[in-house]
């Protein structure tokens, strides 16, 4: 999975990309200009959009903090952000579709991925290095922080793997209920912690099953490729680069008092197995204007052929009429690691919530939008989901394994 992104990413430049044609809105930031250097042009579109992961100690594979660095790669620079599969947004944020906001979807315009190319065909020249604008300071951390949700132990993720998906059972943060309101992942070890996702559990029965199957083998919880197994909905996604999240002022996700959470950790072992404790900040209130609830839309017939670029399955879901006119603030898609694209639409106002291109089951988070969509009461929403499934021999079906397939996409929904 991880060569595939890397072997997509470092493809040949498509030819549409050469130019700069750009109209929409998003690409009115200038054109290219004739001479392009590092230090004028090229330091500032790096710092801004790569530098957060691409830095010493980050967690991309190599640095991008200096000119000697960048030079060297100024090739795959070039390729990745034309591919736009890096940084890695997932989401189409040029306006085509709707806008989030940047820090959800850090979309490049058309003059920068231009910019960029055009310094690579021009050898990389450094320009004045007196011109090198500053790096700027790492994202700020959450304001306040009410709980941490602590997997309780070191886990050695299981290194004879190339991925575990790992759910860890953690107490109740609280006694009584509350909403989560703001997260961030403090991640214990960036070599091996691909996504980390947390779950409240719907019922009681459902912390029963949890319990039950964390049980069963000696290690600290329980293989869980495609969730938790048990009723819940997620409070917190996120993905290695996401910053500290604060949900839409106003809005929340309850967790329930005395209840315990799931802590699902995705552990990537490319670089070898190392021993992990994630813990998870929250920013919780007791009380919020709109309680936000995580509708999922689903494409649970999913039957895909095998050997085919472009197997897709499709589902759709009305929001609960009894809520009334409602407020999509943000989506979260899911797919497994066949999943190539994804679009949600709201089916009355025949528009486009969400296009998803070059789904990657690293980078699984939420995307916030600029401004929120107005849905009417018991709204419908469709999804429809790209699948390659050349490498398969047999029909691949909806389920929680791995070989399996999802279709989902959450939406962030509070009433109006
Ligand atoms: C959110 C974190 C993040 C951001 C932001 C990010 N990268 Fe990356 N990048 C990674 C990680 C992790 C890898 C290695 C794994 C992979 O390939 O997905 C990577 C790999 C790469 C690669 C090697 C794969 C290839 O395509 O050759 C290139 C080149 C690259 N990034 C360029 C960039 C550039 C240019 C930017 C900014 C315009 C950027 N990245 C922004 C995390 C990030």
Redesign the pocket.
């Known amino acids: 999975m991880?060569a595939a992104?890397?072997i997509?990413?470092?493809a040949p430049l498509p030819p549409s990309t050469q130019t700069d044609g750009g109209s929409d809105a998003s690409a009115s930031d200038g054109a290219t200009p004739a001479a392009v250097t590092w230090s004028e042009h090229v330091a500032p579109?790096?710092f801004q959009?790569?530098?957060?992961?691409?830095r010493a100690g980050?967690?991309?594979?190599?640095s991008?903090e200096r000119y000697e660095l960048a030079r060297d790669?100024a090739r795959?620079?070039a390729?990745?952000?034309a591919?736009r599969?890096?940084?890695?947004t997932l989401v189409d944020n040029s306006g085509a579709c709707n806008l989030f906001e940047p820090h959800s979807s850090?979309w490049?315009t058309d003059t920068?991925i231009a910019t960029?190319r055009a310094w690579a065909d021009q050898g990389a020249p450094e320009g004045d290095p007196s011109r090198t604008p500053m790096l700027p300071p790492t994202q700020p951390g959450l304001a306040r922080v009410d709980a941490r949700v602590d997997m309780g132990v070191e886990f050695v993720p299981d290194a004879t793997r190339m991925d575990e998906l790992r759910c860890f059972v953690v107490d109740a943060p609280t006694s009584d209920d509350r909403f989560v309101t703001g997260f961030q992942v403090e991640a214990g070890d960036a070599r091996v912690v691909h996504h980390a996702i947390v779950y409240a559990l719907e019922t009681a029965a459902a912390q029963q099953t949890v319990t039950d199957l964390d049980a069963r083998d000696a290690r600290a919880g329980y293989d869980c490729p495609g969730g938790p197994s048990a009723p819940a909905y997620p409070v917190v996604l996120w993905?290695?680069?996401?910053p500290a999240t604060t949900y839409p002022a106003g809005t929340g996700l309850r967790i329930t008092g005395g209840r315990k959470l799931v802590l699902q950790m995705h552990y990537n072992m490319q670089q070898g197995s190392f021993p992990d404790r994630t813990r998870v900040a929250l920013t919780l209130a007791t009380t919020v204007e709109r309680e936000a609830r995580m509708v999922a839309t689903s494409a649970a017939g999913l039957r895909l052929p095998p050997r085919m670029t472009n197997a897709t399955g499709q589902g759709s879901r009305s929001i609960p009429a009894a809520l009334g006119p409602t407020r999509l603030w943000g989506v979260a898609p899911h797919m497994h690691t066949l999943g190539t694209d994804a679009q949600l639409s709201i089916r009355s106002q025949n528009r486009c919530a969400m296009d998803l291109h070059h789904w990657?089951f690293?980078?699984q988070r939420m995307f916030f939008y600029q401004s929120p969509l107005d849905l009417a009461a018991g709204e419908t929403l469709d999804v429809r989901c790209s699948f390659d499934t050349s490498s398969k021999n047999e029909v691949t079906t909806w389920g929680e394994g791995t070989s399996d397939e999802m279709c989902l996409v959450y939406g962030y929904v509070t009433q109006r």
Do not use: E, Y
């Open positions: 991880f992104l890397t997509s990413a470092c579109i790096v959009h790569c530098a957060s992961c691409h980050g967690i991309a594979p190599f991008l790669r795959s620079l390729s990745s952000t591919a599969t890096m940084p890695p850090d490049l920068q960029v993905a290695p680069g996401a990657n690293h980078w």
